[in-house]
């Protein structure tokens, strides 16, 4: 995300219209969707336009269909042509900045009737930016030179749907693309334009660096399914991301939370919608961050922050009594946070680290108790609203939080001193579905307001 002009060039008078598709993966009805759109300016920004809807026949032109055939006018559903898309009902998208300067707004919902029902085909929509003298406006947009591999919101969107696919390769799919055009396109669908399409992604990442994607400001999307059930968002690094999870890939559903999506919360009997935020190399300051701003846009989205209170990045390790207290002060704010925005909080310790916490041939020196001080403190204070799974893994030989590594326990959980391996996930998943629902339900019954 950045707040500039796209590297197409400066926005002419006219505006700008982008365009692109989205083939869902869906695996139940979904009964509409929703955008994210975001503002990194310190106003209010307003004066964009938005359009989408569902071609059931994949068309080039990326165009609503009706009866599978393509349809370029407004008609208020989105099986027969273009729908408007509004926030809080305004067509020109008022977005506010949040309390940190970096705001972020939910569309309204575009409702389905009837329902998306799975290979139904592709959603498609657009988008009018008008000049920036007119209505500035945040733009994502791919940051890095060519050869980087810094993730962005469209890599990392393309890298997730590959892996859920099960695809081994990038070019020539129809399943997400991009394209923009010069003017307003969108409040007159039908006009004649000249489209200029996104260069087709590579075998490789490099392809998502600046010179080659099209800036646009939608960061996101979520779908709204036929069930009511508490939304649990997890938030926290690689480990809680699922890193180095070789059976289930290392995004949103492998890992810990992974094995909690499958037994709690998909099928018929689901009792939780889980959404894993959890970003790789993130300290504890910047995922509580970046899962502040999101939940300050959505105040009603969320039922419960489920926060992991310990991360090896950012780690202090030539004073490491400062940053456990930086850490137990960074547990207080999410806590705070997520009672403000509406929340339940259940604050959680994964697992600890072997990394700088054990060194020598047999674990001469031995700083794991620094975390168990950290464990320790939250269970106190927490109690049984605490989700505290790192024991069923840990070498008891250690002081505090470790992980068996295959030299001084008869399983092997981590093969790189921090990372859980398949059967550390696999574990700790086990713990996390035995305890979760008596830790909601504990912190629900503290927290709930009267």
Known sequence: MMDQEPLE?????????????????????????QFLLGNLTPNQ???AKMLMGIASVVNDDQIPTNNDVPNNT?????????????????????????????????TDLVAFSPNFEPDDGEIVWRIWVPNRSTAPYALSIAQGDPGTMAITSIRALARFQILIRGDNFYNGSSWMYYGWADGNIVTNPAASATWTVTTNPLNDFYAYSRPKVTATPILGYRWKANRSLPVIEMVGDSITQGYWDNEDGPF???????????????????QYTFINFAASGYTPEQYLARWKGLAYADLTGGTALAYSIFSPNGFNWNDPAKRIEELKQNCIAAEQAAHETGRIFIPMFVTGTNMFFLSGANWEQDNTGYTKE????AAARYGNQFLDLHQVITYSGTVGPSMQDGTHGPNKYTADHTHPTTLGYETLGMEAVRQFTDVYNAARAAQAKP
Do not use: C, F
Not at 374 to 377: G, H, S, T
């Open 374 to 377: 950290l464990v320790d403190w």
């Open 45 to 47: 920004i307003r004066g």
């Open 9 to 33: 060039g400066t926005i002419p008078a006219a505006g700008r219209t982008y365009r692109g598709s989205i083939k869902p993966m869906n695996k139940e009805a979904v009964a509409g969707i």
């Open 252 to 270: 949103s559903v492998a890992g810990m939370p992974g094995r909690l999506i499958r037994e709690l919360g998909s099928g018929s009997n689901a």
């Open 74 to 106: 407004i008609t208020g559903n989105p099986h027969t042509g273009w729908v408007q898309v509004k926030i809080d009902g305004n067509a020109d998208l008022p977005i506010d900045p949040d309390p940190d300067g970096s705001g972020l707004a939910w």
